[in-house]
């Protein structure tokens, strides 16, 4: 029981480690596919459509 405990524990911090390098990517606008100074890429139609829904 300790070794799952261990495994999940590891597992744990390495999701936490992937977010949390990967917001600072999106946030620094390295290494990332999309980051926050990209605007969004569909026309003003497109968001009037989605914000009806």
């Keep these: 029981m300790r070794v799952l405990f261990l495994i999940y ?19 620094g606008d390295v290494f990332v596919p ?5 605007p969004a ?5 497109q968001a009037l459509l989605i914000d009806i829904r």
Excluded: D, K, P, W
């Excluded at 524990?9 to 946030?27: K, P, Q, R």
């Excluded at 999309?34 to 990209?38: I, T």
């Design 9 to 27: 524990g590891v597992v744990s911090y390495l999701v936490f480690l992937l977010v949390f390098v990967y917001s600072l990517g999106f946030v």
């Design 34 to 38: 999309r980051s926050v100074s990209h």
């Design 41 to 45: 890429s569909g026309g003003l139609g």
